[in-house]
């Protein structure tokens, strides 16, 4: 992985995933963050009841959803970073 300017990042995990394990996304969020040579978020969201196909529950997906749309509105500018 090469020191480049990466673009806002949101990567999402979950604990008891069988086919991507945990680690693997924090990894690769490491190494981003280690690379970047720009001040941009590289967050990682672990859930710790999701597998998969993402939260199970009444409103997992939803509450998965609506971070990540409020994510990309704030990685576009739509709406202000913070208080």
């Known amino acids: 992985m090469a020191p480049q ?3 806002e990042i949101l990567a999402v995990a979950g604990l008891t995933d069988s086919r991507v ?3 693997e996304p924090a990894k690769w969020v490491a190494r981003l963050r280690a690379n970047t040579t720009v001040d941009k978020p590289i967050l990682l969201k672990t859930a710790m009841a999701s597998g998969h196909m993402g939260e199970s529950g009444r409103f997992g997906a939803t509450e998965t959803t609506s971070l990540l749309y409020a994510f990309a509105c704030q990685a576009v500018r739509l709406v202000k970073r913070g208080p």
């Open 5 to 7: 300017p990466y673009p």
């Open 21 to 23: 394990t945990y680690w």
